[in-house]
């Protein structure tokens, strides 16, 4: 049987080739898939930054620790405690501390005391330090010089020295503050301006250094300090304060570094974006590969049927096929690996230059992914193999050479049962989440998963419907008809791949669309307001005075926090807040309730959501506020989850530590808009001010993705362009190995009289019609993904329409159309380039 394969694989060379195309590149996208998937489970461990030369570090509590039947459960808090004015006087006992506070002074600019730059180390590359309330120090990622004003939220500042990170290396090691001023002095006392010996700049932040006073002015609270004092002594100190601090130490230390788990955090989002991806690639490689497997064994059906003339048994028709697919599949699984290794580098550099990743993200040796990608693909094409010769194999000699000439039954019975099996479970799966969780098709990878099964069950059914749509798009006694719907297996095969690329680009980009739309709509709805204030570093209580003076406006500050409850005694559950004056927030926004009032909203109550366990308006629920604190509150009031933006409400005194970010303001009657506006503006300087509407487009887009959300649209990219990568891969191996069978069927056109063109349009025209048919049955699983979903958004009382991504599926369509005509004409007119019965 292996010679026979051999001898068979050079013969049919051509059928053989689209197969090894096939599967080589499904194996190698599988295998980018695994090898950047595999470097973005475990991140490397950082070091300290901003305290990398700090002897002992003590920061206030800032995880909460629930206890459960089951164990603790922790959630981090959203407002970390400060360290409690006794615990400070106990440790400056020990020893020398010193206060960090961190302040947000610009949209990507940070304060700290200039006391704090020691523990970096920092050391000046110009100018002095700071002195007065309005002189700053600036890091040299700042890009600011000396003698430079620069505008704050706090107000305008002078900076009056430039500063860099050096690395000296004995001050790191020493761990003492004695050493550190040492190395900082050195360091000054040879740098002018440029880098001598080890400093280096590290530029992990851009900040600006205040005197120590100013600083305690506008960041009174401080969450963690340094203490020069044993790490044993300053340990005992805090245990016996029992506030819950941390003593860091060594490694430790980046735990005070501004949000020290994004890399766990960035390789999470790493994780999705992959994961998703690797599964969509999976299906579209396993989906086209099976396909064209599948289409190549149909099409030696008269082979086969000469061998089983000649005496073959329907096992040795099987383990040929099996043979001639196991040198098939070897081969081209191990180029497909070797092409990966070469492919998941440059996919590594894509999304590190498009800042999804961080910098340090690379890929790693890894070998499992490369023996996953090899077996996959090995398995994918004996499977495909053995589920297309099957049918072959069973047949008798002359059924065989009979089915040879025309496609009798293209849907066999265990195709139609698995098809309606597929489509059975999606529809009761679909109705069962409707009944029981709609908002779970909110869900990103919900509405990216669930349109695999619908497609997969249209595909296996695309026989049975492709007929009658062909039908529907041609008009009758048309040539083309009767060849495309002949010739089922073909149409079938070529319609797939356009099935699949249709399908996926309207499902994933319409239910983005519809739920971004959605959003917008309930954004759109709740907020009354005529402008919007906002302020990523926070308002503070006297901007919030004079924006509460301003003439004709009024005005409703709120404040971002969180809550957590702990649901069914086991999981601690954590929803976003917003602290508000419920007078207030009346007059400028419309809360959607189910329940309740929002006047009833009081210190002693919360306002919860749907999707809260217990939401019954009146019943005592136990939560823990942003800061830790444990609190018994009623229920005023009950939200619909809607799109799941509606989170919680609760007044200030619910929420300290929680910086007021956004301000509504309405303009009351009679008093003008632009003399109102430019109130505001003047007493909030640096907040950003904008109307309702724009505002509204720059937070909830109506559709496409939101600013913030690079990954979604990164990870959507990358699945469409490889569901076209494979459409086109598909299209061009099917048409160049039915062309090679249709070679005497062209001929006899010739010879009946038509011309070299007539032929060649009606193959182009053949194609079209084909991708005509594979786009509606996209069209019709996007119709009924993004029904599903709108649906889900009714049961959650949103209501918006329905988001078709018609830009997108046009281009889509149109270049499956030209793929497909491409790959059908070239190879027909190769075909034809010889004289036909004597004659040109």
Not at 451 to 472: F, G, N, Y
Not at 700 to 717: E, H, I, V
Request: glycine share 8%; net charge positive.
């Amino acid at each position: 049987m292996l010679t026979l394969a051999l001898r068979t694989l050079r013969c049919r060379w051509t059928t053989f080739t689209g197969s090894f195309v096939a599967l080589s590149l499904g194996v190698a996208l599988l295998t980018v898939m695994g090898l950047t998937l595999a470097s973005s489970l475990d991140a490397p461990e950082r070091a300290p930054e901003r305290f990398a030369a700090a002897p002992v570090v003590v920061r206030g509590a800032d995880t909460l620790r629930v206890p459960t039947p089951i164990g603790d459960r922790t959630q981090p808090l959203a407002h970390p405690r400060p360290i409690p004015p006794e615990t400070v006087a106990a440790l400056r006992k020990l020893g020398r501390v010193t206060q960090d506070r961190t302040f947000a002074v610009g949209d990507d600019l940070i304060g700290h005391p200039w006391s704090t730059a020691a523990f970096a180390p920092y050391h000046l590359t110009s100018g002095r330090p700071p002195r007065g309330a309005d002189e700053v120090v600036a890091t040299t990622g700042a890009g600011t010089a000396v003698g430079e004003r620069l505008r704050t939220a706090h107000g305008t500042v002078r900076v009056v020295g430039t500063a860099r990170v050096a690395d000296t290396g004995r001050a790191v090691d020493a761990g003492r503050a004695a050493d550190v001023a040492r190395a900082v002095g050195a360091a000054r006392e040879v740098d002018a301006g440029r880098s001598v010996g080890a400093a280096r700049s590290l530029g992990f932040e851009r900040a600006l250094f205040y005197t120590d006073a100013r600083a305690a002015e506008l960041a009174p609270a401080s969450t963690q300090l340094v203490v020069d004092a044993a790490p044993e002594a300053v340990r005992r100190v805090v245990a016996s304060s029992r506030t819950g601090a941390r003593v860091l130490v060594g490694a430790e230390r980046r735990l005070a570094d501004a949000d020290p788990d994004r890399d766990a955090e960035a390789l999470t989002t790493l994780n999705a974006l992959f994961g998703t991806a690797g599964g969509v690639t999976g299906f579209v490689s396993v989906f086209v590969v099976a396909s064209t497997f599948a289409f190549a064994v149909a099409q030696r059906r008269r082979e086969f049927g000469l061998l089983r003339t000649a005496g073959a048994t329907p096992g040795q028709i099987r383990r040929t096929v099996l043979a001639e697919a196991l040198l098939v599949g070897v081969l081209a699984s191990a180029a497909g690996c070797a092409l990966g290794s070469y492919g998941a580098p440059w996919l590594a550099d894509r999304v590190v230059e498009g800042g999804v990743a961080p910098d340090w993200f690379t890929i790693g040796d890894h070998v499992w992914p490369y023996q996953i990608a090899f077996w996959t693909g090995l398995s994918v094409a004996l499977c495909g193999a053995t589920a297309a010769s099957w049918r072959a194999g069973r047949t008798a000699p002359t059924q065989a050479l009979r089915e040879a000439s025309a496609d009798e039954q293209p849907l066999t019975r265990a195709r139609l049962l698995c098809g309606a099996a597929l489509l059975l479970t999606a529809a009761v799966t679909l109705a069962a989440t409707l009944l029981t969780d709609p908002g779970d098709l909110l869900h990103r990878k919900t509405y990216t998963s669930r349109p695999l099964l619908l497609i997969t069950a249209t595909a296996l059914l695309s026989p049975l419907l492709v007929r009658p749509l062909i039908r529907l798009l041609t008009p009758r006694g048309m040539l083309v008809r009767a060849n495309t719907t002949t010739s089922l297996r073909r149409t079938a095969a070529l319609a797939a791949p356009v099935l699949v690329t249709v399908a996926l680009t309207g499902s994933l980009l319409g239910a983005t669309a519809t739920l971004n739309a959605a959003r917008a709509t309930e954004a759109r709805e709740r907020t009354r307001a005529d402008y919007v204030l906002t302020s990523a570093t926070g308002l503070d209580a006297r901007t919030l005075d004079r924006l509460r003076a301003v003439r004709g406006a009024e005005v409703s500050p709120t404040a971002s926090s969180e809550v957590y409850v702990l649901e069914e005694g086991v999981a601690l559950v954590k929803s976003e807040a917003r602290a508000a004056d419920p007078g207030r927030l009346a007059r400028t926004t419309s809360v959607p309730l189910t329940a309740g009032r929002l006047s009833d909203l009081s210190d002693d109550s919360i306002i919860v959501n749907e999707e809260w366990a217990q939401h019954e308006v009146g019943d005592h629920v136990t939560v823990w506020l942003g800061d830790g604190t444990r609190r018994s509150l009623r229920i005023a009031a009950v939200m619909p989850v809607g799109t799941g933006d509606n989170g919680v409400y609760v007044t200030p005194a619910n929420a300290r530590g929680a910086l007021v970010d956004r301000v509504e303001v309405s303009v009351r009657e009679g008093a003008e808009a632009t003399t109102v506006r430019a109130a505001l503006r003047s007493a909030a300087p640096g907040a950003t001010l904008l109307t309702r509407d724009a505002w509204l487009a720059a937070t909830y887009p109506a559709t496409g993705f939101t600013t913030a959300d690079a990954t979604t649209r990164l990870g959507y990219l990358l699945v469409l362009g490889i569901a076209l990568l494979y459409t086109a891969i598909s299209l061009a191996n099917t048409l160049l190995m039915a062309t090679s069978d249709r070679t005497r069927e062209l001929t006899a056109l010739r010879l009946a009289g038509a011309t070299h063109t007539q032929v060649l349009r009606l193959v182009a025209l053949e194609s079209l019609t084909v991708v005509a048919a594979g786009a509606v049955l996209g069209l019709l699983v996007t119709a009924l993904n993004l029904t599903g979903m709108w649906t889900a958004l009714g049961l959650q009382s949103v209501r918006s329409p329905i988001h078709v991504p018609w830009p997108e599926l046009g281009a889509t369509t149109a270049a499956c159309a030209v793929l497909a005509v491409v790959a059908a004409v070239i190879p027909a007119g190769l075909a034809l380039r010889g004289p036909v019965g004597g004659r040109r």
